[in-house]
T-cell receptor, first 111, second 115 residues
Framework: KQEVTQIPAALSVPEGENLVLNCSFT??????LQWFRQDPGKGLTSLLL?????REQTSGRLNASLDKSSGRSTLYIAASQPGDSATYLC??????????FGKGNQVVVIP | NAGVTQTPKFQVLKTGQSMTLQCAQD?????MSWYRQDPGMGLRLIHY???????DQGEVPNGYNVSRSTTEDFPLRLLSAAPSQTSVYFC??????????????FGPGTRLLVL
């Protein structure tokens, strides 16, 4: 069974610092890995998708890396802003487009 | 495009009642799935579908039924609600082309409270 772990569960950083969120998974037989953002009481918004053949993906201040062989991904958010405060979810896609999720990194950016 | 829509947004049920959570997408996606999100448990897969007429169980299927008669709709039925089914339910859809799995799109969620 695919297990996805996110560390740390919660973190607070001062505005302007870079954020580093970690995700690990137990089975390297994945199609891709997605990072989502979830605001309190809201749905999930896809931030980045990395195909299993890729090593990283970038969008604006966000950069995500994938090391499939070691079962790890890292999401970097440069120059954090208070608007980045949210929960970030890592999910891997396996057979039939099913997702296995981590429990999330709850981020607070302090002004 | 409306994307993935879910109704209702919020529902209160009594134990033993039944209800259907609606999910629809207008992106002609083949794959649709239902997840529940509980504090401390993350999101867990309930049921999924790879196309009209084809469904299968996920990680936590007990107490739920699904069917997929059209590409657009994927309703989730609670047969006899229990307090353990109090949760936030998310529907998702995605498209798969040339073997690559594409971005998953999520609906806004349905908050269910079972008393």
């Amino acid at each position: 069974k695919q297990e996805v772990t996110q560390i740390p569960a919660a973190l607070s950083v001062p505005e302007g610092e870079n954020l580093v969120l970690n995700c690990s998974f137990t089975d390297s037989a994945i199609y891709n890995l997605q990072w989502f953002r979830q605001d309190p009481g809201k749905g999930l918004t896809s931030l980045l998708l990395i195909q299993s053949s890729q090593r990283e993906q970038t969008s604006g201040r966000l950069n995500a890396s994938l090391d499939k062989s070691s079962g790890r991904s890292t999401l970097y958010i440069a120059a954090s802003q208070p608007g980045d405060s949210a929960t970030y979810l890592c999910a891997v896609t396996y057979g039939n487009n099913r997702l296995a999720f981590g429990k999330g990194n709850q981020v607070v950016v302090i002004p | 495009n409306a994307g993935v829509t879910q109704t209702p947004k919020f529902q209160v049920l009594k134990t033993g009642q039944s209800m259907t959570l609606q999910c629809a997408q207008d992106m002609n996606h083949e794959y649709m799935s239902w997840y529940r999100q509980d504090p401390g448990m993350g999101l867990r897969l309930i049921h999924y579908s790879v196309g009209a007429g084809i469904t299968d169980q996920g990680e936590v299927p007990n107490g739920y039924n699904v069917s997929r008669s059209t590409t657009e709709d994927f309703p989730l039925r609670l047969l006899s609600a229990a307090p353990s089914q109090t949760s936030v339910y998310f529907c998702a859809s995605s498209y798969s082309a040339t073997g690559q799995q594409e971005t998953q799109y999520f609906g806004p969620g349905t908050r269910l409270l079972v008393l």
